[in-house]
């Protein structure tokens, strides 16, 4: 999760269906946004602006798939894994839990997309 993101604000992302069914697309493959478009059944423009929110929040990650025939083109990565929400002496408290592909990892999958 960003830095930044306050998990107040990672909720209100989350409350919103277009914005789940993104994370659920692309946390078993990473996907474009064409294609993200196709399997959740949304326009163009409401996915690229969830997808801006997501990434924004730490909870998609974006990366260059480039294929054999030297086209390339942007795809997205689910990071997001938990959120814990907790109740204790009146006070709610959250915890959001994404995970980061670093740069090793991120070379082997675009090596093995090759």
Do not use: Q
């Amino acid at each position: 999760m960003s830095e930044d993101s306050d998990p107040t604000n990672v909720l209100s992302v989350l409350d919103d269906g277009h914005a789940r069914a993104i994370l659920a697309a692309a946390s078993t493959e990473p996907m474009s946004a064409s294609e993200l478009t196709e399997t959740c059944d949304a326009s163009k423009a409401t996915v690229y602006r969830r997808i801006d929110d997501l990434t924004d929040h730490g909870l998609l990650e974006e990366s260059i798939d480039v294929s054999a025939d030297g086209n390339h083109h942007r795809v997205y990565r689910t990071t997001f894994r938990e959120l814990t929400l907790d109740l204790e002496d009146g006070e709610f408290t959250t915890a959001v839990e994404c995970e980061s592909e670093d740069v090793a990892d991120r070379f082997t999958r675009m090596w093995e997309g090759l």
